[in-house]
């Protein structure tokens, strides 16, 4: 079997500022991001096929990294319309029937490591596809089996992707980002140290442990002289930070207590959308969602159901309330 492992904060996010006429519900209610993940879902198992899916969101954007480094990546500057999607987009995921992981104390991304590696190790998965752009989803990319999958660009990166476009192996990717940064995450990197000079060092090294502290012992082509003297004195002097940004970068999973509570990956599997008790009511429901649905599965419509009940408010005590840090 093969799976598919999305990140739906990164879908929602994408669709919310996609460059489109918005998607409004009742009362002017934004739902651009909302429609746009449907849109990305109902197509990734109607055209391409995909028979076992998990989602991962971020039902609270803070997580156990920002207790960590106060400026790692918050809520703060959100527009307030893209975070009250965040409840109906998780109704509207389960109501597809497919299974959801929202995040509280750890990532979306995490919840997808988790899924990485826990199914991975079982024998009946031919392939995991972990379907984002984000690089530093890249660590968990293992030979040509657990692969990441930009499906914006149609780009997929095993393991020698990986290494041609970052410059190093997936393994080493935390370690990469601990030197250059990452602005989507809110960290900064060390000072003086960019892509390419980290690449190379991290190529010959791999770990930052193991790379020696003064540059006369490096073995590095091409980075020699006052470049990797200085190089190595600014990994010295801000060691520390270094050890915390790879810490920020490298991703939780089961063995970190990121929940996950499918063991068998055919618990991933996908048999349409749970039938509706009610058929719907809301013009929402038949005018967003129940045409994109009804070429895919005929009782799809409890998709409709849902996302108009919290639309309405109703059942806003069960999904909206975003649990205090």
Known sequence: MRLHLVDATYELFRAHFAPRPPVLG????????????????????????ATHVGCATDRVIESFRNDLYPSYKSSAGMPPELLAQFPIAEAAVEALGIVLWPMVEFEADDAIAAAAVRFAADPRVEKIFVCTPDKDMAQLVRDERVVLWDRRRGLVYDD?????????????????????????DGF????????????????????LEDVPPHASAWEVPGLGGSRAVGLAAMLRDHWDEAMLYRDLARLRTVADGVPL???????????????????????????????RLQPLDPVSESVV????RHESGQDRDETSDRPAR
């Open 26 to 49: 009742r009362d002017g209610i934004p739902l651009s991001g909302v429609s746009g993940l449907c849109d990305q879902l109902l197509y990734l198992l109607r055209e391409e096929g």
């Open 160 to 184: 020698a992707g990986v290494r041609a476009k970052w410059g190093v192996p997936p393994m080493s990717i935390p370690d990469w980002l601990a030197l250059v940064g990452d602005s989507s």
């Open 188 to 207: 900064p990197g060390l000072p003086g140290w960019g892509a390419k000079s980290a690449a190379a060092v991290l190529s010959r090294y791999g770990h």
């Open 261 to 291: 509570r499918q063991h068998d990956p055919d618990e991933l599997r996908w048999d349409g959308a749970p039938r509706p008790a009610h058929p719907p009511a809301s013009p929402l429901a038949r005018g967003l969602i129940l045409p």
């Open 305 to 308: 159901r849902r996302v108009c």
